[in-house]
Nanobody
């Protein structure tokens, strides 16, 4: 059973920082792209940032220069450092990973975490 568990959400004032972490566990052969998505109240889920297995990041225009995505392949973790947070960054942040399980090494699947709430408010 694959699990993605997020942590690090909370309430922060505008201009503040938070760091989100996600750990992937289970019977996993390899993890390819990992990333973070978010869903604001009343809106659809949107991409925040992704990172390839080789460490190449990709960011939504709205977070470029403020957010940084990191991963540690050996630990199967992906973090999101969020600086200079704005009220519009408020939402539930979801971890995502495209991975191959031990019993399906040639068939990858996307998995999602349950989400962690980030609220940016004064």
């Amino acid at each position: 059973q694959v699990q993605l568990v997020e942590s690090g959400g909370g309430l922060v004032q505008p201009g503040g920082s938070l760091r989100l972490s996600c750990a992937v566990s289970g019977s996993i052969f390899s993890v390819n792209d990992m990333g973070w998505y978010r869903q604001a109240p009343g809106k659809e889920r949107e991409l925040v940032a992704t990172i390839s297995r080789g460490g190449n990041p990709n960011y939504a225009d709205s977070v470029k220069g403020r957010f940084t995505i990191y991963r540690v392949n050996a630990l199967k973790t992906v973090d999101l450092q969020m600086d200079n947070l704005k009220p519009e960054d408020t939402g539930v942040y979801y971890c995502n990973a495209f991975l191959f399980q031990m019993w399906a090494r040639d068939s990858g699947t996307f998995y999602w975490g349950k989400g962690t709430l980030v609220t940016v408010s004064s």
